[in-house]
């Protein structure tokens, strides 16, 4: 068990109104630090949320040895505060520590942590229905060194982020741009990771997708352009005449909390549901032929987020009339619902800060 210091801010912020939560713009007053000195994880702390001293020699600027990951912490209507499913998270991060050659936080230190962190800032949790408090965690590589080798030290750290919904659309429909030209992963490669790297080469795509007025890219796999891997910031589903399907879990993309978590409501609401390679032009084929029912992204920033078009090259494909289809809607509510403390958690996802 972490022992704790915290060192008390002398200067409180002014917390952001509803209107002004944009996602990741706003942090609370206190941050978690950890040290690791070559040999363990040290020197646990909340501090008040400032810079971060660094090195310009330090190989997180050089080599990118670098993690994150992303939860929420949720205002309960009796005025509790709730985790969603945390200990997949911490599990994940360890995933990626493994294959960045990061020293490994011990589960329940990590989740300690969070929960420390929280609670001392839990009077930045909002309480508006349809806002929360954005957890961002992260490892970042601290030697001063110009070399290329893992780095022999590390810190963890914890900041806080009230928001709201992470696309200005809402749970509204949004427009996702199909991008043939860039690749963002291949298998073998850091795709299934939470690091950095795959986000920055996201963005040239991400840009021009924007530009055509378009929220977000569409990636295919990176050998043959041929099957769909994700959305820039969600897992993928499709629901083709009833039946949902979604890329299967290959190395290439990320394994989503939020996707295995509608993975098993869907399962335990009795539908067809896929885990496979899923071809580009079959979602095309299932379009032209009125197959196509839904199609929406799952994450956490977004939750449930339907796709209202999608443009191959041009040709714009329609889903749903532009709406929210029941499935994701369901979904939706059912998610939040069991974030929010309003359903029924019969699996056992949300934890308190206890």
Same mark, same amino acid.
């Given at each position: 068990m972490l022992n704790i210091k915290i060192e008390q801010t002398k200067t409180k912020k002014t917390?952001?109104?509803p209107k002004d939560m944009i996602f990741g713009k706003n942090f609370s007053d206190h941050m978690f630090i950890m040290d690791y000195d070559g040999s363990a994880w040290r020197s646990p702390r909340i501090v008040p949320y400032g810079d971060i001293p660094l090195s310009p020699a330090a190989m997180v600027f050089h080599y990118g040895?670098?993690?994150f990951e992303g939860l929420k912490a949720y205002k309960t209507e009796s005025g509790g505060i709730n985790l969603f499913r945390p200990k997949k998270n911490v599990e994940r991060m360890n995933w990626t520590c493994e294959r960045l050659c990061i020293p490994e936080i011990e589960p329940a230190d990590a989740l300690q942590a969070i929960k420390a962190v929280v609670s001392h800032d839990a009077d930045w949790v909002p309480e508006e229905p349809g806002y929360s408090l954005y957890i961002r965690p992260f490892i970042i590589a601290t030697d001063p060194f110009i070399g290329v080798r893992p780095s022999e030290t590390y810190l963890f750290v914890i900041i806080l982020s009230p928001v709201g919904a992470y696309y200005p659309e809402g749970i509204n429909p949004v427009k996702i741009y #199909?991008?043939?030209?860039? #690749?963002?992963a291949v298998k073998g490669g850091l795709g299934f990771a939470k690091a950095g790297a795959n986000y920055a080469a996201s963005?040239?795509?991400q840009q021009k997708a924007k530009q055509l007025g378009y929220a977000q890219v569409l990636w295919l796999d990176g050998v043959e352009r041929k099957y769909i891997d994700e959305v820039g910031t969600m897992n993928v589903f499709f629901v083709i005449d009833n039946k949902i399907i979604t890329p299967n879990l290959e190395g290439t993309i990320l394994p989503g909390v939020t996707r295995d978590s509608v993975l098993c409501l869907l399962r335990d609401w009795g539908y067809d549901v896929e885990e496979r390679r899923v071809a580009l032009s079959e979602i095309l084929e299932a379009a032209e032929n009125g197959k196509l029912n839904e199609a929406f992204g799952t994450g956490t920033a977004a939750v449930i987020s339907p796709v209202g078009e999608l443009n191959n090259n041009g040709d714009i494909i329609t889903v749903n009339n532009n709406e929210i289809g029941p499935i994701?809607?369901?979904l939706y509510d059912t998610i939040t619902g069991i974030q929010y403390g309003r359903l029924e958690d019969k699996f056992g996802w949300v934890c308190g800060l206890e």
């Open positions: 917390k952001p109104e040895q670098e993690l #199909v991008e043939t030209e860039y #690749v963002r963005i040239k795509a994701a809607k369901k």
